[in-house]
């Protein structure tokens, strides 16, 4: 048994933590943009090799953390993106990506309102149409 750390940085990428049962790390994983020397400098030092070292990283509001593995459910993709609409075909379309696209694509979607909300006259895209063009990786 292991517990799983998620961390969201919303300009870089995910960041993956897992301790094993005495809150040893035994798994640590990047997936996003390269990393500026500046960012590696900040970063690396800050590895907990220790579960209790999360305590830090619960601080930085600029990250979104999930403890556990996360629910990337359709369920949870559907009530987190607020439109109700083409559900059939945005449930076949979910099902067709990877477990990263589908954590991507969940927490994606705080950044795109985000976005929508600082422009004039964009209309939120229904959500299959949010799935098919992938629009969590737009540049927003």
Not at 14 to 31: C, H, P, Q, R, T
Not at 101 to 118: H, M, P, Q, S, T
Not at 119 to 132: F, H, N, V, W
Request: net charge positive; aromatic share 14%; charged share 30%.
């Amino acid at each position: 048994m292991e517990t799983t750390y998620t961390i969201i940085a919303k300009r870089t990428g995910k960041i993956v933590f897992k301790f094993d049962l005495n809150g040893n790390l035994i798994f640590f994983s990047y997936e996003g943009e390269a990393l500026t020397p500046e960012q590696v400098k900040w970063l690396y030092p800050k590895i907990p090799h220790h579960e209790k070292g999360m305590a830090q990283w619960l601080k930085i509001k600029e990250f979104t953390i999930t403890k556990g593995e996360p629910d990337i459910s359709f369920e949870v993709f559907w009530n987190a993106y607020g439109i109700k609409a083409k559900k059939i075909r945005a449930h076949k379309l979910y099902e067709k990506l990877t477990d990263d696209d589908k954590f991507n694509a969940i927490a994606g979607i705080k950044r795109y309102d985000n976005w929508l909300k600082l422009q004039r006259g964009i209309a939120k895209a229904l959500p299959d149409t949010y799935l098919s063009q992938k629009r969590w990786l737009d540049e927003l």
